[in-house]
């Protein structure tokens, strides 16, 4: 939490006084009780004491004292809201190594159910499109508020061989900037790959632009270590180049994920939407801290009346 006036705080000093004078009034109150000679006596004489209920509406009105000051400094917090707009781009990586058993039925057709179920969920005013990549990188579907376009996209992918992750990060940069250039919305790549780059331009150039433009790239390591796919009657390793993806997420201020099944990915693409779908920004509070002084405030005073018969 933040002030925008914090000279006011010092007025906690003043509170902090009226604890002390609390505290003196009651020990002078004690200092001076009448002593009864015997214990016997004193239970016969003396009425039934409030015990706790007697500081309980003094504590009270002095904690909305403290919480009003802070409130006159006008707190600043950091607020979980709702993003209006945004543009996100999900790079899907269609070389022959989707083809893998290793997730089943096969990584492609989990890869591509996951990948819809995260268009569907995003907000209906985000921009949102496909770009599939392979020896190359196409943008299979514009980015735009229409989602069923990307889910149509999404499902009509088809296997080829190799894996460009570069292009990928570049063709989708291009696709970043259709979107309104005089004012572009917040702009995320989701890249999920299960291989390495083996062709196209070399990913820290990729990197290198998504950070002049300002496009965190959201990286996801797809299928197992042990993960292979029969080419020609070979079956050849087919691991993610986890330490390539995580590079090119850091190096972008994006998040870098592993998933290693069907519900591993779902949870990725959940995760991502939630932090895409979402921004933390800095609210003042004023009006809910004086808020909880004046109730605050209000409960010491009823309490006094119920128990006492007076305010505070």
Do not use: C
Not at 5 to 30: D, F, H, K
Not at 60 to 78: C, G
Not at 122 to 147: D, I, M, Q, W, Y
Not at 186 to 191: C, E, F, K, T
């Amino acid at each position: 939490m933040r002030f925008e006036q914090p000279l006011w705080l010092l007025l906690l000093g003043l509170v902090v006084a009226l604890v002390a004078a609390y505290l003196v009034a009651q020990r002078r109150r004690s200092k001076y009780a009448v002593r009864f000679a015997t214990l016997p006596m004193l239970e016969k004489v003396a009425p039934t004491r409030p015990g706790w209920r007697r500081h309980a509406p003094a504590v009270a009105f002095l904690a909305a004292l403290t919480v009003l000051t802070i409130a006159i400094a006008r707190p600043v917090a950091d607020i979980r809201v709702p993003r209006e707009r945004a543009t996100v781009l999900v790079a899907m990586d269609v070389s022959n190594s989707m083809a893998a058993t290793d997730v089943a039925p096969n990584r492609f057709e989990v890869a591509k159910q996951a990948a819809v179920q995260f268009v569907e969920e995003l907000p209906e005013k985000f921009n949102v499109g496909l770009v599939s990549f392979a020896r190359s990188a196409t943008v299979v579907a514009p980015p735009s508020t229409n989602h069923q376009a990307t889910v149509d996209a999404i499902n009509s992918l088809t296997l080829t061989d190799s894996t460009a992750i570069g292009e990928a990060v570049l063709t989708s940069l291009q696709a970043v900037r259709t979107i309104d250039p005089d004012d572009p919305p917040p702009s995320r790549i989701v890249l999920l790959s299960d291989g390495g780059n083996t062709s196209g331009r070399p990913i820290d150039e990729a990197a290198e632009a998504a950070v002049q433009a300002g496009v965190p790239v959201s990286t996801i390591a797809y299928g197992t270590p042990e993960g292979t796919v029969n080419l020609e009657g070979r079956n050849i390793p087919v691991p993610a180049d986890t330490e390539a993806l995580q590079s090119l997420a850091e190096a972008t201020n994006g998040d870098f994920y592993e998933a290693e099944s069907d519900e591993q990915l779902r949870d990725v693409y959940s995760d991502l939407q939630s932090s895409i779908g979402w921004t933390t920004e800095p609210r003042e509070i004023t009006n809910l801290v004086a808020g909880i002084a004046l109730v605050t405030a209000l409960l010491a005073a009823l309490a006094s009346l119920l128990w006492f018969s007076r305010l505070p």
